[in-house]
């Protein structure tokens, strides 16, 4: 009785020391650090909707370690203007559009910090955007700089970011075009083309611009670029976009299908031409492309 009496206090001692013993998941297994989330090559990707008056982009801060924070931290977040000169001599022809930081009309930022709070790992800094004023021709990027924190330390890496700003709307992106180009006064001549073509949101939510069958290239030829928008009953119109003489035209965009059954009469070195064929955005499945043609099949 005595040895078993012994050997039952020495258990429960042990069994108090372990309890008393910090957990190692009660520590912070991970150096607290601040840095930008998503940071790959210093740059983050923000699509912008031209649809919208002011479209709202964000970067994520977030605070490294395997605990949430026990306290609010506060970030201060600054612009480093000198970073977008940097990216083009490193990155950009001397030949090729520049990057550029947009006017300071056409971009604010609603927060003077950003804090994250107690509990949470990290919170997001928004930048507005007014759309009415960005070119489509013109290539932007907001830097951006994480300056000082109210606890722990910033990150060695990733503080320093540079937003760029894809212009979009829902008309626009790489479409397919499967269609025929055809002389109004002699039927016989004609040609039949498949090609990509990336159309470019511009103006508003619903016109994109369009390169017409010679502009081969991504290169911008005026006198073969165009503007098509969707009205309100899926109904389109056309415009030229510089040079390209555009007489007429028509057809319907099918929202469910991302498809535009087109026609527009052209300018062809004195001819009067036509083109007409279907332009359908590029699927990611094969079950998307099968379900495509299909539709293909029973329109056409």
């Given at each position: 009785m005595k040895k078993i009496t012994l050997f039952s206090l020495f258990l429960a001692l042990l069994f108090a020391a372990c309890d008393n013993e910090e957990s190692p998941m009660d520590k912070d297994l991970y150096p607290q650090k601040v840095y930008i989330i998503g940071n790959q090559d210093q740059v983050l990707d923000r699509d912008v909707e031209l649809g919208n008056a002011t479209d709202t982009v964000s970067v994520s801060v977030a605070i490294s370690g395997s605990l949430p924070l026990s306290k609010n931290v506060t970030v201060t977040i600054e612009e480093n203007l000198a970073e977008v000169e940097l990216y083009n001599e490193?990155?950009?022809?001397?030949?090729?559009?520049?990057?550029?930081?947009?006017?300071?009309?056409?971009?604010?930022?609603?927060?003077?910090?950003?804090?994250?709070?107690?509990?949470?790992?990290?919170?997001?800094?928004?930048?507005?955007?007014?759309?009415?004023?960005?070119?489509?021709?013109?290539?932007?990027?907001?830097?951006?700089?994480?300056?000082?924190?109210?606890?722990?330390?910033?990150?060695?890496?990733?503080?320093?970011?540079?937003?760029?700003?894809?212009?979009?709307?829902?008309?626009?992106?790489?479409?397919?075009?499967?269609?025929?180009?055809?002389?109004?006064?002699?039927i016989a001549d004609s040609v039949a083309y498949k090609m990509s073509r990336?159309?470019?949101?511009?103006?508003?939510?619903?016109?994109?611009?369009?390169?017409?069958?010679?502009?081969?290239?991504?290169?911008?030829?005026?006198?073969?670029?165009?503007?098509?928008?969707?009205?309100?009953?899926?109904?389109?119109s056309y415009a030229t976009w510089d040079q390209f003489v555009i007489y007429d035209g028509g057809g319907i965009y099918h929202p469910e299908m991302e498809l535009y059954e087109f026609w527009y009469e052209y300018d062809n070195n004195g001819n009067r031409w036509r083109a007409e064929g279907v332009l359908y955005k590029e699927r990611q499945s094969s079950k998307e492309q099968e379900e495509l043609d299909d539709w293909l099949d029973e329109n056409r």
């Open positions: 490193r990155n950009v022809s001397g030949e090729d559009v520049q990057y550029q930081v947009p006017d300071e009309a056409i971009y604010s930022y609603p927060l003077e910090k950003l804090t994250i709070e107690a509990g949470d790992v990290y919170n997001t800094y928004p930048i507005h955007i007014q759309t009415a004023s960005l070119q489509c021709d013109s290539l932007y990027m907001i830097p951006l700089r994480l300056s000082s924190i109210s606890d722990y330390e910033l990150s060695e890496n990733d503080t320093t970011v540079l937003v760029r700003l894809n212009l979009t709307n829902d008309y626009s992106g790489l479409y397919y075009v499967d269609g025929v180009l055809k002389n109004t006064t002699n990336n159309l470019v949101a511009t103006d508003n939510g619903s016109t994109v611009r369009m390169y017409h069958y010679n502009n081969e290239t991504d290169d911008y030829r005026p006198s073969h670029t165009f503007k098509i928008t969707i009205n309100s009953d899926n109904s389109l």
